[in-house]
């Protein structure tokens, strides 16, 4: 398993933007599949970008398509969630989550598939 850490959440005014970070340490950052999540207390944790090994596939659910970008840096074993036009249901904690995937381009939209998760940041949208 690998250690997973975000950064980057925070209090932002409706329309504005943030760029979550997840530093991955533990094993070889390049062997996992990554994925962003976010719940709210009393719901199910939700998906809301996934990114292959090689960064060749993503996934976004619909409700943040268009306004989230999911990428990684193998070299310095991050992935990032820049948040565009930011609305108050987006406010969760965010959780990063990391699966070994023997697929370079396999991109896992299922809480299910993940086995590593970090401890959230919390991302608050005012209106």
């Known amino acids: 398993q690998v250690r997973l850490v975000e950064s980057g959440g925070g209090l932002v005014q409706a329309g504005g933007s943030l760029r979550l970070s997840c530093a991955v340490s533990g094993r070889t950052f390049s062997s996992y599949a990554m994925g962003w999540f976010r719940q709210i207390p009393g719901k199910e944790r939700e998906s809301v970008a996934s990114i292959s090994r090689s960064a060749s596939t993503t996934y976004y659910p619909d409700s943040v398509k268009g306004r989230f970008t999911i990428s990684r840096d193998n070299a310095n074993n991050r992935v990032y969630l820049q948040m565009n036009s930011l609305k108050p249901e987006d406010t969760a904690v965010y959780y990063c989550?990391?699966?070994?995937?023997?697929?370079?381009?396999?991109?896992?939209?299922?809480?299910?598939?993940?086995?590593?998760w970090g401890q959230g940041t919390q991302v608050t949208v005012s209106s």
């Open positions: 989550a990391a699966v070994f995937s023997r697929s370079a381009s396999a991109a896992y939209g299922s809480k299910n598939s993940y086995d590593s």
